[in-house]
């Protein structure tokens, strides 16, 4: 069973709503992530945060807006989406990011939609 | 060019064949590497890391060739339950790490 939870499972929303993505991770890890992961596409990795520092974001559009409260919580919020950003939200953790061998457990995704 | 590249496949094979996947990478500050496993509509787990020396577990063989940038899962004796997406992945160390993930390649083991 995954250590790492992810609220909602699917989401529908319009361009003009405001939602947010939630994660939580119960394995004592210190790095968290989130990640895109589109059909036919690699999974992109959106944004990292260490200790809650965020330490990466990889060119994310603004709309896409992430909060690190604690080591254990991860949210996404969304705001004015467009439909190409339907896709399967994962979110990850890892011990932290001292190590390149660091692995990293996901949970189980969001999938989202956005008309 | 990407800075990871997978045969996105798929590959079908009949069950007890065996299978390799090669994954190629662009970054000579990649470091660390790994096989994921990610199957149909769940999360990518983490199959096994990979070494230079190369490494075993079970039916499953990682290799690395640091010189001509690429890495190998060798699959042995596949079984229907291999069906899923194989995913490579590097670690880039350019001052922080850095994880890409490759497209993934698709097998589907058949009966």
């Known amino acids: 069973e995954t250590g790492v939870t992810q609220t909602p499972r699917h989401l529908v929303m319009g361009m003009t709503n405001k939602k947010s993505l939630k994660c939580e991770q119960h394995l004592g890890h210190n790095a968290m992530y989130w990640y895109k992961q589109s059909a036919k596409k690699p999974l992109e990795l959106m944004f990292v945060y260490n200790f809650k520092e965020q330490t990466e974001n990889n060119s994310v559009p603004s709309r896409f807006s992430p909060e690190c409260p604690n080591s254990s919580h991860l949210f996404l919020h969304l705001h004015t989406l467009q439909p190409e950003d339907s896709a399967l939200y994962l979110c990850?953790?890892?011990?932290?990011?001292?190590?390149?061998?660091?692995?990293?457990?996901f949970g189980p995704g969001t999938r989202l939609t956005v008309l | 060019r990407k800075e990871v590249e997978q045969d996105p496949g798929p590959f079908n094979v009949p069950e007890g064949a065996t299978v390799a996947f090669n994954c190629t990478y662009s970054n000579s500050a990649s470091q660390s590497f790994f096989w994921y496993r990610q199957d149909c509509r769940k999360e990518p787990k983490l199959l096994m890391s990979v070494y230079s020396s190369g490494n075993e577990d079970g039916r499953f063989t990682a290799q690395l060739n640091r010189a001509s940038q690429y890495i190998s899962l060798l699959i042995r004796d596949s079984k229907l339950s291999d069906s899923a997406t194989y995913l490579c992945?590097?670690?880039?160390?350019?001052?922080?790490?850095?994880?890409?993930f490759g497209a993934g390649t698709r097998l589907f083991v058949k009966a």
């Open positions: 990850a953790s890892s011990q932290d990011l001292s190590s390149s061998y660091n692995e990293q457990f």
């Open positions: 992945v590097v670690i880039l160390n350019t001052g922080g790490f850095k994880t890409i």
